[in-house]
């Protein structure tokens, strides 16, 4: 790999051997639909999912790898009108994102029509004039064509009236597996020429602890309601082989801390005789066994971190 062979080419046909690589960022509402699609485009959970707005905390690299191409997506939180201080650095996250990239993937879920949220979006990146923008028409499932043909004139009149234009229109659905390989086969040539940029099978750069507080914080979110899902977040603490264990017989000791805003909210997370919190140790364990490759002992702990979302040193602490 690497050296590549000088192709003997007849004259009539073009010299187009050339190898891309870069960043296209999607970006959107919360709830659009951004971290599926990238998990789709990539082939395997990079991001955690939810049905609650905010999920995605930070950005997320997705590496797609093509012979001719290497596509690194970032997944970026859902741009908002911020309540709190953790809102206003998830927005500067994203802001500072799509500053970088080479190409902007704006994504509109086809089931809603556009509303404020979207337009307050297409205004800020009608003012990046160098980086191409695609728009991109998530959860097409979700609608029948004729819906689906409304939503794309009115993402064309958006763009007339903000004085975008759009490098693409493409309608997806990721969950559905539709138009996911056509949206890669678009964004690639927007990207500039050059080599790989990641090693050949990286599918994201995430720190596993990282990936591991996700996909706990992920079955933690499943089931909860109103404030509670901005209120959680979980950190991990440790990560350390059991010793003494036979060598075909590894455990891997997981200390993990489950933050809430709120003494009242601890039950809720705890649920009767500690059965929810069991149940997200039982889901998460077996999705990070499956990631690591390795049994998992997972001790998880509810802890207070009063009113995190809203106090500098307690972001800090928890990692924004
Ligand atoms: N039917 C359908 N549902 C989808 C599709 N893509 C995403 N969803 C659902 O939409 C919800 C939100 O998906 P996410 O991918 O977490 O949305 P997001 O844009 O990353 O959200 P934030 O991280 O909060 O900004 C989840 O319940 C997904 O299962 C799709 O193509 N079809
Ligand atoms: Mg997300």
Redesign the pocket.
Known sequence: MGAMSVATQSSEEPAEAVHRAGFAC?V????????????ALVGQKV??????????RHTVRGIVHRPEAQLILV????LHKPRTLLGERLNDVVRATWAEVDVIGF?L?ADQKLGPGDRFIAKELAGIKRTPKVAIV?????VDSKALAEQLIAIDQLGRELGITWAEIVP?????GQQVDLLADLLIPLLPEGPALYPEGDLTDEPEQVMVAELIREAALEGVRDELPHSIAVVVEEMLPREDRPADKPLLDIHANVFIERPSQKGIIIGPKGKRLKDVGIKSRKQIEALLGTPVFLDLHVKVAKDWQRDPKQLRRLGF
């Open positions: 999607f959107g509402r919360p709830n659009a639909g951004k971290s599926t699609l990238t998990n991001a955690i999912t939810s049905n609650r707005p905010q999920t995605t997944d970026t939180p859902g994504c879920p998530t959860k097409t499932d979700l997806v659905s990721a969950t559905a």
